[in-house]
């Protein structure tokens, strides 16, 4: 089914048997990763280039060591050692990478919409790694990967993202998918970190923590990020964590026995989470981060693996 | 092929694994392999022969071969991949892979490739039920059930109760769609 989309820009664009196929390779391809030998060789001779216009090495490691695993070439092209900041223009620098014949440009920026605009621009797949307050379609992906893992599936499942939502791209990818596979989503946050009118896209708002979180099956905690702190938004750090934070003792009391945490890093500790709960049984992060390595293959795979009109009319291949 | 003769060919393949297993020292470290998805159900049923021969079962792995395909650019992404699941050490192993029909041999290629990246075998043999010719590589099945000359406008499909056919068949078919 993901055979008609050449790129992965939003999950907004993905139908919930798209998201389900994506999740079933993943698995598969989770299972790669605990070979002794972590590698296949699907991907020989293709070409993937992450495009960074912002830092990031969680997320470009792990497309980079997805694209490895599959046995394609990776290459890393950040804007801090490129001619942007000689003037080059987006475009210019795609088109200019495209040139050297990548299969996949991976690709993360500041600016809602960037990914796209490059998309319109280069004959190849594009990715989205994560573009401004819009989308971050792969870590919307490995979150429900890691939800359905944990909670055996997320029919009927609640999951309680709290922090700042206005400016959050997980957020936003989380809201485009979760409801799709059959998740309730409740948000919260502070009154200033909520977008009018998001309810719109079938979540529920809490201001309140202990309310948000109340029977929930997972809770997605987001960073704060230091430069919103002591802008108008938030007064301060110790205000937010006493409100919106999640430390040992509100976590014991207000959650669920089961209930799972998430976070899509890197953590403030203290902050949004404290150490004992970031570190304790309920944590999931790190499989996340293990779950996004699988993820991406997966995107990768379904993206660069040659021409998918031809394998819909030819479903098995028996040799 | 009827139900009977495939129960009977599938018993004398285990009796002839076993002998050469037994012939080579190799009973102790024998290993069975199923290639997805057609090896998969007679892997497991020879594992059954084999017990009843050796007195011990051997372990059994499936591998899925998707990853590992020559064809990627011609066919394109594979739109389902099932679970490879080898559990043990293939170390020194005498491994059996097994599948329900031998063609090109590139699914065998293919396959070989997958299992040296677990471990070092000591020897791997091939056992399927059919080989039905047409090979475009230098591979051969150890252990064959029949083999026959098929000609390449006909398919070769194996039916097996375990895969929710009513009965074990084998059959030849016109290709669909060529």
């Given at each position: 089914?993901?055979?008609?989309?050449?790129?992965?820009?939003?999950?907004?664009?993905?139908?919930?048997?798209?998201?389900?196929?994506?999740?079933?390779?993943?698995?598969?391809?989770?299972?790669?990763?605990?070979?002794?030998?972590?590698?296949?060789?699907?991907?020989?001779?293709?070409?993937?280039?992450?495009?960074f216009?912002?830092?990031?090495?969680?997320?470009?490691?792990?497309?980079?060591?997805?694209?490895?695993?599959?046995?394609?070439?990776?290459?890393?092209?950040?804007?801090?050692?490129s001619?942007?900041?000689?003037?080059?223009?987006?475009?210019?620098?795609?088109?200019?990478?495209?040139?050297?014949?990548p299969?996949v440009?991976v690709?993360?920026?500041?600016?809602?919409?960037?990914?796209?605009?490059?998309?319109?621009?280069?004959?190849?797949?594009?990715?989205?790694?994560?573009?401004?307050?819009?989308?971050?379609?792969?870590?919307?992906?490995?979150?429900?990967?890691?939800?359905?893992e944990?909670?055996?599936?997320?029919?009927?499942?609640?999951?309680?993202?709290?922090g700042?939502?206005?400016?959050?791209?997980?957020?936003?990818?989380?809201?485009?998918?979760?409801?799709?596979?059959?998740?309730?989503?409740r948000?919260?946050?502070?009154?200033?970190?909520i977008?009018?009118?998001?309810?719109?896209?079938?979540?529920?708002?809490?201001?309140?923590?202990?309310?948000?979180?109340?029977?929930?099956?997972?809770?997605?905690?987001?960073?704060?990020?230091?430069?919103?702190?002591?802008?108008?938004?938030?007064?301060?750090?110790?205000?937010?964590?006493?409100?919106?934070?999640?430390?040992?003792?509100?976590?014991?009391?207000w959650?669920?026995?089961?209930?799972?945490?998430l976070?899509?890093?890197?953590?403030?500790?203290?902050?949004?989470?404290?150490?004992?709960?970031?570190?304790?049984?309920?944590?999931?992060?790190?499989?996340?981060?293990?779950?996004?390595?699988?993820?991406?293959?997966?995107?990768?795979?379904?993206?660069?693996?040659?021409?998918?009109?031809?394998?819909?009319?030819?479903?098995?291949?028996?040799? | 092929?009827?139900?009977?003769?495939?129960?009977?060919?599938?018993?004398?393949?285990?009796?002839?694994?076993?002998?050469?297993?037994?012939?080579?020292?190799?009973?102790?470290?024998?290993?069975?392999v199923?290639?997805?998805?057609?090896?998969?159900?007679?892997?497991?049923?020879?594992?059954?022969?084999?017990?009843?021969?050796?007195?011990?079962?051997?372990?059994?792995?499936?591998?899925?071969?998707?990853?590992?395909?020559?064809?990627?650019?011609?066919?394109?992404?594979?739109?389902?991949?099932?679970?490879?699941?080898?559990?043990?050490?293939?170390?020194?192993?005498?491994?059996?892979?097994?599948?329900?029909?031998?063609?090109?041999?590139?699914?065998?290629?293919?396959?070989?490739?997958?299992?040296?990246?677990?471990?070092?075998?000591?020897?791997?043999?091939?056992?399927?039920?059919?080989?039905?010719?047409?090979?475009?590589?230098?591979?051969?099945?150890d252990?064959?059930g029949?083999?026959?000359?098929?000609?390449?406008?006909?398919?070769?499909?194996?039916?097996?109760?375990?895969?929710?056919?009513?009965?074990?068949?084998?059959?030849?078919?016109?290709?669909?769609?060529?």
């Amino acid at each position: 089914v993901i055979g008609r989309h050449k790129h992965c820009l939003a999950l907004a664009d993905f139908s919930r048997e798209e998201i389900l196929e994506v999740l079933d390779l993943a698995t598969s391809m989770k299972e790669v990763l605990q070979r002794p030998i972590k590698k296949v060789p699907s991907l020989r001779g293709k070409s993937v280039v992450n495009l960074f216009f912002e830092a990031s090495t969680r997320t470009r490691s792990s497309f980079e060591i997805a694209a490895k695993v599959l046995s394609a070439d990776a290459l890393n092209w950040t804007a801090s050692a490129s001619s942007v900041t000689k003037g080059e223009t987006l475009v210019d620098t795609a088109r200019n990478l495209e040139a050297m014949r990548p299969d996949v440009l991976v690709v993360r920026h500041a600016a809602g919409g960037a990914p796209r605009l490059v998309a319109e621009n280069v004959s190849c797949s594009v990715v989205s790694a994560g573009d401004g307050a819009h989308e971050h379609p792969t870590q919307g992906l490995l979150d429900a990967f890691t939800l359905r893992e944990a909670l055996g599936g997320l029919e009927g499942k609640t999951v309680a993202i709290v922090g700042d939502i206005s400016h959050s791209r997980v957020a936003r990818s989380n809201l485009h998918c979760l409801p799709k596979l059959g998740a309730r989503v409740r948000l919260c946050g502070p009154p200033t970190m909520i977008p009018a009118g998001i309810e719109a896209l079938g979540a529920q708002v809490h201001h309140r923590l202990q309310e948000a979180v109340r029977d929930a099956d997972a809770v997605i905690m987001l960073r704060i990020q230091h430069e919103r702190i002591g802008d108008p938004l938030i007064p301060g750090t110790r205000e937010y964590s006493k409100l919106w934070g999640l430390n040992a003792k509100k976590a014991e009391e207000w959650l669920k026995p089961s209930c799972v945490i998430l976070h899509p890093g890197p953590i403030n500790r203290g902050v949004e989470l404290s150490p004992e709960v970031a570190d304790g049984a309920r944590s999931v992060i790190l499989d996340q981060v293990q779950n996004g390595v699988a993820v991406r293959m997966a995107i990768l795979y379904l993206l660069a693996g040659g021409n998918p009109a031809e394998a819909e009319s030819k479903p098995e291949a028996k040799a | 092929m009827n139900a009977n003769e495939i129960d009977r060919v599938v018993k004398r393949l285990g009796r002839e694994i076993a002998d050469r297993a037994r012939a080579a020292g190799a009973a102790k470290d024998l290993a069975i392999v199923g290639i997805r998805r057609g090896g998969v159900h007679l892997a497991k049923r020879l594992q059954g022969e084999l017990e009843r021969t050796l007195g011990a079962a051997p372990p059994l792995g499936t591998l899925d071969i998707a990853l590992y395909r020559d064809d990627l650019a011609e066919k394109g992404a594979a739109p389902v991949i099932g679970p490879t699941d080898v559990r043990f050490p293939v170390q020194g192993k005498t491994l059996v892979l097994v599948d329900d029909v031998l063609y090109t041999g590139r699914t065998v290629r293919a396959a070989l490739d997958e299992i040296v990246d677990f471990g070092r075998p000591r020897r791997v043999w091939l056992a399927v039920l059919v080989d039905r010719g047409g090979r475009e590589l230098p591979i051969a099945a150890d252990f064959a059930g029949a083999r026959v000359e098929v000609a390449d406008a006909d398919d070769v499909q194996v039916r097996l109760v375990e895969a929710g056919a009513p009965e074990d068949a084998v059959v030849v078919k016109p290709r669909r769609g060529s």
